[in-house]
């Protein structure tokens, strides 16, 4: 079946440790997310790729590093630069043609803690 | 970045009653969008609307596309235990650009 699939389902990050969270998408889909979920709030976009060795920041990029090498993927490094990093994680894809009106579709989630 | 204003922000409502919240935005969208979030899972498209005016219909769900196009409403008909959720708007503007609201939680008591 076509998806996207987030990994690991929870991870846990030590004080000065950078973590890396894998989105995977085969839907062949052009441009991919990644969307931060605090308690009780909406999603805020951490950065986008439209193309592949392509990526753009959203609001709120300090902290956070990704690489989109493949079409079919966009991890996230949560680096220790980014001071409060617990919240879940949630990975998009969709379709980026101009004149294209496709939805996200999401991956389930990465929650991270710290320890 | 824009955040879309839903409402309303919670609701507590008896099983077989009708649910209506709605999304607002201060510019114009291209695509309205409405997501279900179950909790610790991603958001699951529910409905996409694509030009103003369009009334669409997924099972007991219809969400319309406002003539303005700077609003949406999902209504639910004859709730059930599983409508249980968190219910997201999205909203995508000329420049290709995606904006989210910041939910509304329905609570459905049997």
């Known amino acids: 079946d076509g998806g996207i699939t987030q990994s690991p389902k929870y991870l846990f990050r030590k004080e000065g440790q950078n973590v890396t969270l894998s989105c995977e998408q085969n839907?062949?889909?052009?441009?991919m997310y990644w969307y931060r979920q605090d308690p009780g709030q909406g999603l805020r976009l951490i950065y986008y790729?439209?193309?592949?060795?392509?990526?753009q920041k959203g609001d709120i990029a300090e902290g956070y590093s990704v690489s989109r090498e493949k079409k079919e993927s966009f991890p996230l490094t949560v680096t220790s630069a980014q001071k409060n990093p617990t919240a879940f994680y949630l990975c998009?894809?969709?379709?980026?043609?101009?004149?294209?009106?496709?939805?996200?579709?999401f991956g389930d989630g990465t929650r991270l803690s710290i320890l | 970045g824009q955040q879309l204003n839903q409402s309303p922000q919670s609701m507590f409502i008896q099983e077989g009653e009708d649910v209506s919240m709605n999304c607002t935005s201060s510019?114009?969208?291209?695509?309205w969008l409405w997501y279900k979030q179950d909790p610790g899972e991603g958001p699951v498209l529910l409905i996409a609307?694509?030009?103003?005016?369009e009334l669409t219909s997924n099972g007991r769900l219809t969400a319309q596309f406002g003539i303005t196009r700077k609003d949406s409403f999902l209504n639910i008909s004859a709730s059930i235990p599983s409508d249980v959720g968190i219910y997201f708007c999205?909203?995508?503007?000329?420049?290709?650009?995606?904006?989210f609201g910041t939910g509304t939680s329905l609570t459905v008591i049997p």
């Open positions: 998009a894809s969709s379709n980026y043609r101009t004149g294209s009106n496709q939805p996200q579709h």
């Open positions: 839907l062949n889909h052009d441009a």
């Open positions: 790729s439209q193309i592949v060795n392509d990526f």
């Open positions: 510019s114009i969208f291209n695509t």
């Open positions: 609307l694509y030009k103003a005016g």
């Open positions: 999205a909203g995508r503007d000329t420049g290709n650009q995606f904006y």
